[in-house]
């Protein structure tokens, strides 16, 4: 997790809606609810980690709570979205977690933003977690290299200005937002 309230605040006077891959403990959402936004969509694979979640931000009528693979629920998840939203794309397969469920993507990057890709707002901004691990792609990740998740960026939008803030490490998470956002 190398999002903070920081990292979020710039993008919140764009955006109301967050939307988020990789719930995990909910450390997201809590930076999301600290910076302001007003909508919090998040997708979470694991049982036990979503249900923390769920109890954690139980009552909060910001937070939507999803359990399912990202790879499967993010078209749906966003298929209601009237508005650009920020997308913090974080999923991926955790060694050492257990599951119910062992068939999930192990890192469903490449078709979370062929989903994003498929809504018809072509300016969200998009976030990319652990671009340290993409610059060399790592077999339990499906080995996915940067170049083919900037490939699948500018696919959505052609115009979309890429560059690196710093995260977990220096220039460690990718945005892609329009131009002139």
Same mark, same amino acid.
């Given at each position: 997790?190398?999002?903070?309230?920081? /990292?979020?605040?710039?993008?919140? *006077?764009?955006?109301?809606?967050?939307?988020?891959?990789?719930?995990?403990?909910?450390?997201?959402?809590?930076?999301?609810?600290?910076?302001?936004?007003?909508?919090?969509?998040? @997708?979470?694979?694991?049982?036990?980690?979503?249900?923390?979640?769920?109890?954690?931000?139980?009552?909060? #009528?910001?937070?939507?709570?999803?359990?399912?693979? *990202?790879?499967?629920?993010?078209?749906?998840?966003?298929?209601?979205?009237?508005?650009?939203?920020?997308?913090?794309?974080?999923?991926?397969?955790? *060694?050492?977690?257990?599951?119910?469920?062992? *068939?999930?993507? #192990?890192?469903?990057?490449? /078709?979370?933003?062929?989903? @994003?890709?498929?809504?018809?707002?072509?300016?969200?901004?998009?976030?990319?977690?652990?671009?340290?691990?993409?610059?060399?792609?790592?077999?339990?990740?499906?080995?996915?290299?940067?170049?083919?998740?900037? /490939?699948?960026?500018?696919? @959505?939008? #052609?115009?979309?200005?890429?560059?690196? @803030?710093?995260?977990?490490? #220096?220039?460690?998470?990718?945005?892609?937002?329009?131009?002139?956002?």
């Amino acid at each position: 997790m190398s999002l903070s309230v920081a /990292a979020l605040k710039p993008f919140v *006077s764009k955006h109301r809606v967050f939307v988020e891959t990789g719930t995990n403990k909910g450390d997201g959402v809590q930076c999301a609810l600290d910076a302001g936004f007003q909508t919090i969509v998040s @997708i979470e694979f694991y049982p036990k980690t979503f249900e923390l979640c769920c109890n954690r931000f139980k009552g909060n #009528p910001k937070v939507t709570l999803l359990q399912n693979d *990202s790879a499967i629920g993010l078209k749906t998840a966003i298929a209601n979205l009237s508005e650009p939203a920020l997308f913090w794309l974080d999923a991926h397969f955790m *060694s050492g977690m257990e599951t119910d469920k062992p *068939s999930c993507t #192990p890192c469903p990057v490449l /078709a979370e933003l062929a989903a @994003i890709g498929e809504h018809p707002i072509k300016t969200h901004t998009i976030l990319v977690d652990d671009v340290r691990i993409f610059r060399e792609g790592i077999a339990l990740w499906n080995g996915i290299k940067l170049d083919s998740i900037v /490939a699948a960026v500018m696919k @959505i939008n #052609p115009e979309y200005v890429v560059r690196y @803030i710093n995260g977990y490490a #220096p220039n460690d998470i990718l945005v892609a937002e329009a131009k002139n956002a």
